[in-house]
């Protein structure tokens, strides 16, 4: 079993950055997949961003070019780094992580872009 947790986040500017972590713990040896996910309120839970543990990874359009997605194998650990924050950013972040075929989510972390 995995458990993850995610940290970061909290009240921000329009235009500022933030870094959010989110840490595996458990069996994290068979983790092939991690991923970011956001749901704003209203929402749907939508895909930001994702990194396989083979080096590729991939950001959704609505981001592009304002985050990057990247991650520690050996500490199990996965980033997501966001600047130049919109107010159309604000959601609940969560970390997501797929073992085999068990997928595995966070409780999430509130990203607040204030305009």
């Known amino acids: 079993q995995v458990r993850l947790a995610e940290s970061g986040g909290g009240l921000v500017q329009a235009g500022e950055s933030t870094l959010l972590s989110c840490t595996a713990s458990g069996d994290t040896a068979s983790i092939s997949t991690m991923s970011w996910y956001r749901q704003a309120p209203g929402k749907e839970r939508e895909l930001v961003a994702s990194l396989d543990f083979g080096g590729h990874s991939s950001i959704e359009d609505s981001v592009r070019g304002r985050f990057t997605i990247s991650g520690d194998r050996a500490k199990s650990i996965l980033y997501l780094q966001m600047n130049n924050l919109e107010p159309g950013d604000t959601a609940v972040y969560y970390c997501?992580?797929?073992?085999?075929?068990?997928?595995?989510w966070g409780p999430g972390t509130q990203v607040t872009v204030s305009s």
């Open positions: 997501n992580s797929v073992q085999w075929d068990r997928i595995y």
